[in-house]
């Protein structure tokens, strides 16, 4: 059973919260427990301090203990659990990175519904145990399923950018060439300045250099010189992973 763990003074908008992970867990039919609180209080001090990991969700503005202070508590013990968090504050972005609590995603609260579906989506996939990348973008540090990711190009000055399946992009401080070693062998190179994503693959015309992803997206991604060998690994990498 997946627990989630909702923190937050407004116990309106708890109900809200409460109400949209229900949509998603029936749609993803799977079994949970969702625990609510007003505040930072003894109940809650002793469910961080269990070893369960849990789905955080924590409202950044709270009396006595703030969402931030909450997930850096968190954090120094439990680094298996996922924390979102709500804010209708986003002067708060600097101080959650330099707290450094690796937060999946920070959502506002105003039209909170449609992007807290989808990271909660996201955050069940990663408590299973599926592949993702950690960053830090905008302030922030993230956790992003590969599976949300279409490539990763080479950007400036060793800055590399990572280009997902719904349309948003992170910059990521890191060179192309340490996120390759990373990301292999669901990464392959297809030119010196991009690595894709294999299982997003739908087709590759070789001979146009272009790669047609699942979502229906046809970038041209394939240099001259890896094309013969890009196509040849992709052949055998879906034959190995039916």
Do not use: W
Not at 174 to 179: T, V
Not at 217 to 237: D, Q
Request: with cysteine.
């Amino acid at each position: 059973m997946l627990p989630f763990v909702i923190c937050d003074d407004d116990k309106e908008f708890i109900e809200k919260v409460k109400f949209e992970i229900g949509k998603v867990m029936m749609q993803i039919d799977e079994e949970y427990k969702t625990y609510l609180f007003t505040e930072a209080n003894e109940n809650l001090v002793k469910m961080i301090k269990s070893d369960t990991p849990k789905i955080y969700i924590l409202d950044v503005q709270m009396p006595k203990i703030n969402g931030i202070e909450l997930a850096s508590r968190i954090r120094q013990q439990d680094y298996k659990s996922i924390i979102i968090m709500l804010t209708s504050y986003n002067d708060y972005k600097n101080d959650i990175f330099a707290k450094k609590v690796m937060a999946l995603d920070y959502i506002d609260k105003e039209g909170f519904e449609e992007p807290l579906k989808d990271t909660i989506k996201r955050a069940v996939e990663i408590m299973h145990g599926k592949k993702h990348i950690n960053i830090s973008y905008d302030g922030l540090l993230y956790n992003i399923p590969y599976e949300d990711i279409l490539y990763i190009k080479a950007g400036l000055n060793k800055m590399s950018i990572l280009v997902c399946t719904k349309g948003r992009v992170y910059k990521v401080n890191k060179p192309l060439y340490e996120i390759y070693e990373e990301t292999k062998p669901n990464f392959h190179r297809s030119h010196r300045s991009y690595i894709v994503n294999v299982d997003k693959i739908k087709t590759v015309d070789t001979p146009g250099r272009s790669i047609t992803f699942k979502n229906g997206v046809t970038e041209r991604l394939i240099s001259n010189r890896l094309a013969k060998e890009f196509t040849s690994y992709v052949k055998n990498y879906k034959v190995h992973n039916l």
